[in-house]
């Protein structure tokens, strides 16, 4: 299938607007260095200045690229000493959110590609993933993505352009102190990345202990009930302190290491520092020009401490890289291919066609149009993957389903699923309210809701209407009314086939919802039950046992004290040939 075919890759870094937020950056660092340059500038034209006492030297000793400023009277001195800081912070302002913008652009698109693909993917399939881990990537993983574009790309731009220019800046003014420093940097920055080597590590082994601690919370909060009922709650508390004390040393043993780092980086600055005072007095280097050289190396304090934690953000968003790359690397079997067309309208003439899941199943059957179909078999038998199959929530590994001589596998997904509902206790409601979850089946082109009948009935046997809120998975609700929500939001878009696993009678107590749609719904239902009632009530009976379909002749029971009329127009019209 096509969907196989596509390969998913993660996003760009330089994709769409990310090209011109990077070259912002880039500007931004350049315009902090131009204006620590300035200032060191005057800075030293103030020391001039008043070092002799307002004079103009007229040599043309290496200070002499200064002397010009300190012509300028006091007053203009201290205004370009005020806007150029004021510029320096407003840059680094500005830079921030240009950072956060970069790499919410970033992570959105890794967000919407995830989603997409995970879309696309069978929920119950060969590559299905834990909830907990799908979620990690869409939260922690992303995170760690944002957090290298925000404080490991970002600085690179702004900061290393900063420290490239002010390096050039001491050269200039005193070529020893700017090789010295130019070395001390490459040093810091080769010790750093040697303990990123290390760091690796640790960010595999933090990784590892939180997936475990989230795992277990996660499983163990949600189901509290289950370790209270078998009185295991203080054997639980002692697993969950375990795997919280790991994880804490782990998270220590991280921070370590990052902690070498940003020493290192506290010493470099520091040793700029000494470099500049050290080579200074020993070269005999004016006062002014000492000056000026202090300004420009205490100002690459913060941007080499910055830059030294790139390293940490780089190691995190690798790992985390990595594993969304394997959650986009398994098949989304259920993307459908590119430029697919909807389903054309057809009186829902439904055909499994030598469909076949290796090893589990094999089914070839016809449903003609308004027939009721039940299928049983014995538990495990595969009923519930038939009816996936045919919803096409996972894909066989051959065979088709056509729906009125269509293959459901080359046309548009969305249109599919229109036309063809499953109710299923795998399928359960959403947090929010009945309303909202009603809104969940109705197609996003539909002028009009569908059957207010059934949405005004359901109103009533709730207490706060349609309002009545919803806990996840349905809580709140009556397992009665969670299956007629369940029905009404199936049969809001107009299906052709409605599909319904496990059908109980209990279900729908209190409800003719059942009795109204077997009489009433004009499409055709393929039905999951043991229950007499219902299983009589069906045209035909499709059975699975060994994983192979049979189709039986009609099941006999008493007519109805009413005709269906709806199903009966439909099949009256079409000359379908007998079921086989």
């Known amino acids: ?5 596509r390969r998913v890759r993660m996003p760009h870094t330089l994709g769409g607007v990310r090209r011109r937020l990077m070259l912002l950056l880039v500007l931004a660092g350049f315009g902090q260095a131009v204006c620590v340059v300035g200032f060191a500038i005057l800075v030293h034209g103030a020391a001039y200045r008043v070092t002799h006492g307002g004079e103009i030297a ?25 806007t150029s800081a004021g ?11 240009l950072a956060e913008r970069l790499a919410q652009s970033y992570v959105h698109s890794v967000r919407m590609r995830l989603f997409d693909h995970v879309a696309g993917s069978e929920a119950g399939g060969p590559y299905r993933r834990r909830v907990g881990v799908t979620v990690l990537r869409f939260t922690g993983d992303a995170s760690a993505l944002r957090l290298w574009i925000s404080k490991g790309v970002a600085p690179i731009l702004v900061d290393g352009v900063f420290v490239t220019c002010a390096l050039v800046l001491l050269a200039v003014i005193a070529p020893g102190v700017g090789a010295l420093s130019a070395v001390l940097v490459l040093l810091a920055a080769a010790a750093v990345a040697l303990f990123g080597r290390r760091l690796r590590e640790r960010v595999r082994e933090t990784r590892r202990h939180n997936g475990r601690l989230a795992a277990f919370v996660n499983e163990r909060v949600t189901h509290t009930a289950v370790i209270q009922s078998l009185g295991r709650v203080a054997q639980e508390r002692r697993v969950m302190r375990r795997h919280s004390r790991d994880y804490g040393r782990a998270m220590v043993r991280q921070a370590r290491l990052t902690g070498a780092m940003s020493a290192t980086a506290e010493a470099c600055g520091i040793g700029i520092l000494l470099i500049v005072v050290t080579v200074g007095l020993i070269a005999g280097t004016t006062w002014e020009a000492l000056a000026s050289m202090l300004t420009v190396a205490n100002f690459l304090g913060r941007p080499l401490s910055s830059l030294v934690r790139v390293q940490e953000h780089w190691q995190q968003s690798r790992v985390a890289r990595r594993r969304i790359a394997e ?27 030598g469909l076949r899941v290796d090893g589990v199943l094999e089914a070839s059957a016809v449903a003609r149009p308004g027939q009721r179909i039940v299928l049983q078999g014995p538990a495990g038998s595969g009923k519930s993957l038939l009816l996936r199959l045919i919803a096409r929530l996972q894909e066989p590994d051959g065979g088709a389903v056509l729906l009125d001589g269509q293959d459901l596998a080359r046309h548009d997904p969305e249109s599919v699923r229109r036309m063809i509902r499953l109710t299923s206790p795998e399928l359960p409601l959403l947090r929010g309210s009945v309303g909202e979850n009603l809104r969940h089946g109705t197609p ?23 309002r009545t809120r919803v806990g996840e998975n349905g809580h709140g609700l009556s397992m009665a009314v969670r299956y007629q929500v369940a029905m009404v939001r199936a049969l809001r878009s107009g299906p052709r086939v409605l599909l319904m696993d496990e059908v109980r009678a209990e279900e729908a107590l209190g409800s003719d919802l059942m009795e109204r749609l077997l009489e009433r719904y004009p499409g055709t239902v393929i039905y999951v039950t043991d229950e007499p009632k219902f299983a009589a009530r069906a045209d035909v009976l499709w059975r699975l046992d060994d994983g ?32 086989p």
């Open 58 to 82: 007229s040599g043309h000793d290496r200070s002499a690229i200064y002397t010009h400023v300190a012509g300028y009277a006091p007053t203009a001195l201290a205004v370009g000493l005020v």
């Open 87 to 97: 510029a320096t912070v407003l840059l680094k302002a500005v830079g921030e959110p």
């Open 548 to 579: 192979r379909l049979t189709v039986h002749e009609p099941v006999r029971h008493e007519p109805a004290e009413e005709p269906r009329p709806c199903v009966s127009d439909v099949q009256g019209k079409l000359d379908a040939p007998p079921v």
């Open 444 to 466: 996003p082109d539909a002028a009009e809701g569908a059957d207010e009948e059934h949405i005004e009935a359901l109103a009533e046997l709730l207490p706060n209407g349609l």
């Open 1 to 5: 299938m096509a969907g196989r075919r």
């Open 327 to 353: 959650v986009l690397a398994a098949p989304a079997r259920l993307v459908g291919p590119r430029g697919a067309e909807p389903l054309a309208d057809g009186p829902g003439s439904l055909e499994l066609a």
